[in-house]
Structure formats: structure tokens, C-alpha cells
């Protein structure tokens, strides 16, 4: 059974640094692409970021303007996103996201969310 | 402002049809697959429709999806009160070289 299971979330003063993990098991983690996709209190999904299997590819949303760092260890099935320079538009239910070798924004599993609440 | 345009909301009563659009550009739908997602609040969203129009095991076939040029619709049939969700657009841009979702649309079935 696909798991996806996400921590590191909580509450981070403006100007904040915190790091997201990404837990994947049931099935070869290095063989997907993964995503990070965000979703504001009340609002829509935004994605956020996505990276390939072996690392070659990533793609960061635009809005981020380099303050986002996504990375993953498939010794450890696990996907990161380091978040700098947290602003209170940050906070936001962080989902990590299966997509598929051949197609990134082919989301097939979603893991349950880390919520991330940027205030002071 | 999202990428992909659909209507905020839409209705119906149960039983009967709803479609739902998500319209986009060359550089998105018209070029790369479209999926679909089911959202109930509280929680993650679940895949309805992946690569234009397949339906993954366990999704009933009252959900069916089309596309044509740079528009994706999806449609439920039979409408019941458990579909009462947000569904969103969702799709690879090219051009822009990022991910993009629709706004999503909130269903009500009266």
C-alpha cells in the first residue's frame, strides 16, 4: 500500500526557517517524481514545487522567489522541502504528492498534510 | 488568479448531471495531461480522472472526463449527496516550466 506521510510542520515566527520531510513507502520511491502542494486555509491547491526521481529535474513555483529548497534522499524514501524566509502567505496545509515517471502533475497518492502556521 | 480557469461553483439535484470545465492554454491542457481531484473538506485530495480521462480502480464510472484543445471537462452522472465536494483541474505547463491547478470548483448537490 502507497504511504505518503509528511512532518515537520508548526508554528514559525515571520523571517522563520522550517524544514518538511516526506515519508514514502509501498512502492520504489527513486522510480516517481514528487511534489509539493500547498493549500492556504480556505483556498485552493498551489502547487508548490516537484522534483524528479533521480534528482535531475526541479521546478519551484514562481511566487516562491528561491526561498523554498526541495530535495530527496531515495536511500531514505523520503522527500524534503526546506522553507526560508517564512511569511504569514505561507501558512498553509503543505501536501506531499506522488507524481508519475512520465508525467510530474500525474498525482496518483497525496499524503494527509503538515499544516504550517507562519505568525508571531 | 489561477492558471487554469473553472467556475467557482455549481449544482444540481441528485440524480441528475453535472459537467464541470477547466479551461486553460496551449502551453497546459493542450499540451500535457489533465487530471482531476476530489476534495472533501478536512482532507487530501484524492485522484478522480488522470491522463485526460481515466478513471483509476475504485472510481465510479458516474465520473467521466473529455478534452479537447486547450478545455478539460469532467462530468458526474447520477449526482448523489457523497459527491458533495471541491474538484479541481490540475496540469503540467510547459512554457512556464511550474505546475498548475485550477481554482476549483465547490459542488452542491441540492
Known amino acids: 500500500e502507497v504511504q505518503l506521510v509528511e512532518s515537520g510542520g508548526g508554528l514559525v515566527k515571520p523571517g522563520g526557517s522550517l524544514r518538511l520531510s516526506c515519508a514514502a513507502s509501498?512502492?520504489?520511491?527513486?522510480?516517481?517524481?514528487m511534489n509539493w502542494v500547498r493549500q492556504a486555509p480556505g483556498k485552493g491547491l498551489e502547487w508548490v514545487s516537484s522534483?524528479?526521481?533521480?534528482?535531475?529535474?526541479?521546478a519551484f513555483a514562481d511566487s516562491l522567489k528561491g526561498r523554498f529548497i526541495i530535495s530527496r534522499d531515495n536511500t531514505k524514501s523520503t522527500l524534503y522541502l526546506q522553507m526560508n524566509s517564512l511569511a504569514a502567505e505561507d501558512t498553509a496545509v503543505y501536501y506531499c504528492a506522488r507524481g508519475q515517471p512520465y508525467h510530474i502533475m500525474t498525482i496518483d497518492y497525496w499524503g494527509q498534510g503538515a499544516l504550517v502556521t507562519v505568525s508571531s | 488568479q489561477s492558471v487554469l480557469t473553472q467556475p467557482p461553483s455549481v449544482s444540481a439535484a441528485p440524480g441528475q448531471t453535472v459537467t464541470i470545465s477547466c479551461s486553460g492554454s496551449?502551453?497546459?491542457?493542450?499540451?500535457?495531461?489533465v487530471s482531476w481531484y476530489q476534495q472533501f473538506p478536512g482532507t487530501a485530495p484524492q485522484l478522480l480522472i488522470y491522463?485526460?480521462?481515466n478513471r483509476p480502480s475504485g472510481i465510479p464510472d458516474r465520473f467521466s472526463a473529455s478534452k479537447s484543445g486547450t478545455s478539460a471537462t469532467l462530468g458526474i452522472t447520477g449526482l448523489e449527496t457523497g459527491d458533495e465536494a471541491d474538484y479541481y483541474c490540475?496540469?503540467?505547463?510547459?512554457?512556464?516550466?511550474?505546475?498548475?491547478f485550477g481554482g476549483g470548483t465547490k459542488l452542491t448537490v441540492l
Open positions: 496551449t502551453s497546459n491542457i493542450a499540451s500535457n495531461y
Open positions: 490540475g496540469t503540467w505547463d510547459s512554457s512556464r516550466r511550474v505546475g498548475v
Open positions: 491522463d485526460d480521462y
Open positions: 509501498g512502492f520504489t520511491f527513486s522510480s516517481y517524481s
Open positions: 522534483i524528479s526521481g533521480p534528482s535531475d529535474y526541479i
